[in-house]
């Protein structure tokens, strides 16, 4: 009988993590971790933070991108994984019609009055490539208008509404599309005017640099978009199920009815990859019109007994425990106390967010001697001041951040959902201590710095 024992492989090679991925992955992605000092080595996880071998603890303000919103193996998903593979339940037999999928669809149109069915598949890009496919064959229209700056996964249908050059770059010919700037509704009014618009994907609040849609533009581009025939694509998955405050962040106005809503993310409960798109009942009935169309779009995994388990243990997780007002109660906190420090320290620009999402934007200072480090920083790449933040934050003071993207002066904490008001202490007085040394313009963290533009010079130099 085969035998497989994972508590001894991990005890014989669970060291060669980096090696094994420079040997036999992407080879960058050690080489980067090293470069801004995160090669740091975890061995468990629980809640809101990461321990080391030492048993000393981490915090964790980036929750896998938005994935561990329940925070490392809750208790609750992870017995519900364990009683659905108790069950040996017949999943996936492709001839049938298993209740799990029809219970956690359910459950999340429950918390979006107006959507009406929900197709499940793997992941958040597969949510808006399943979008995409919907909404151009239910409006026989090709070209899909996304905002700059977007970011709505890699796969090629996504990536072609990605408002990132750098991602895009080298993958052409992709879909047919045109970027606008979000908020901007004379733009997207000049391109639904060509007529051959079959839909707008927006994130309510971008992931990159955590810029929010202004206030009514939501809901004046559905109007603007049936008045010609599109639809209005809602991209939740980073800031859906409570991320934000609200369950989904397109409610945190009135009057919000989107054609077509992205999960994933977090339904997985940091388990099984799962993602999902809810959408109006005449569209899916236009894309499924005939039994002779019932695959003609489907997806291999999706729906499986797992997924579904993790995501209606989730859902019970986020409401038993006030999950999403909690998002909003110590989101509020958080962005209020880092908000107070605006005034303090001249390269703190900004604080902006909604629940626990939230942006730090770091700027040129006023006075002389700290506009010439940042100029010398700027000149060899934008965005190295805040690494230079988010380096000690974690080799000092034991806190996973990141840069919210390339080439952007902007911090992005998205922490689990269950931090609270020690959590937040935690990261204000780390990051108090790091803006301190930031501004007497010496010490370790300016060191960091010139080697960031060594790196950076030389890879210019390289094109690597």
Not at 205 to 218: E, M, R
């Amino acid at each position: 009988m085969s035998h497989f024992d994972l508590a001894k492989l991990l005890a014989e090679r669970g060291g060669e993590g980096h090696a094994l991925h420079s040997r036999h992955l992407n080879h960058q992605l050690p080489r980067m971790l090293r470069t801004i000092g995160f090669d740091q080595v975890y061995q468990r996880a629980e809640g809101a933070y990461f321990y080391d071998t030492e048993g000393r603890d981490y915090l964790d303000m980036l929750a896998g991108f938005g994935v561990m919103a329940l925070g490392r193996h809750h208790p609750v998903v992870r017995q519900a994984l364990h009683d659905v593979l108790d069950a040996s339940l017949p999943d996936l037999t492709r001839f049938d019609c298993a209740p799990l999928p029809g219970l956690l669809a359910e459950r999340l149109l429950g918390h979006a009055p107006g959507m009406e069915r929900v197709f499940f598949g793997n992941s958040g890009t597969e949510a808006v490539e399943t979008a995409l496919k919907f909404a151009r064959y239910a409006t026989r229209k090709p070209r899909i208008l996304h905002c700059h700056h977007s970011f709505h996964g890699l796969t090629t249908g996504s990536l072609s509404v990605n408002g990132e050059d750098g991602f895009r770059e080298g993958f052409a010919p992709l879909l047919p599309d045109t970027p606008v700037p979000l908020g901007d509704l004379g733009a997207l009014e000049r391109e639904l005017a060509r007529g051959d618009v079959a839909a707008l994907v927006v994130e309510p609040i971008q992931g990159k640099g955590v810029h929010a849609a202004p206030s009514g533009y939501l809901r004046a581009a559905r109007e603007a978009l049936h008045r010609r025939g599109g639809l209005l694509i809602v991209d939740e998955v980073q800031t859906g199920l409570g991320r934000t405050g609200d369950f989904f962040a397109y409610q945190h106005e009135d009057g919000v009815a989107p054609d077509l809503v992205c999960v994933a993310k977090a339904l997985s409960g940091g388990y099984v990859p799962v993602g999902a798109t809810l959408g109006k009942e005449w569209i899916f009935k236009k894309v499924y019109s005939s039994m002779d169309r019932v695959l003609v779009h489907s997806a291999s995994f999706g729906a499986n007994a797992q997924a579904m388990a993790a995501g209606l243990a989730t859902l019970q997780v986020i409401a038993d425990d006030r999950l999403t007002e909690n998002a909003r109660r110590t989101g509020d906190l958080l962005r209020g106390r880092l908000a107070e420090l605006v005034g303090r320290y001249e390269l703190l620009h900004d604080v902006r967010g909604r629940g626990l999402m939230i942006g730090i934007e770091f700027g040129r200072p006023s006075s002389l001697r700290l506009r010439s480090r940042w100029t010398m920083l700027q000149t060899a790449r934008k965005g190295l001041f805040a690494q230079m933040v988010v380096a000690p934050l974690l080799r000092r003071h034991r806190i996973l951040t990141q840069v919210s993207g390339d080439h952007l002066e902007v911090i992005k904490l998205i922490p689990p959902l269950i931090v609270g008001e020690r959590e937040a202490d935690r990261f204000v007085d780390a990051f108090t201590q790091v803006m301190d040394e930031a501004h007497t313009g010496g010490g370790l963290m300016w060191d960091f710095g010139r080697t960031l533009m060594k790196q950076a010079v030389t890879s210019g130099h390289r094109g690597d």
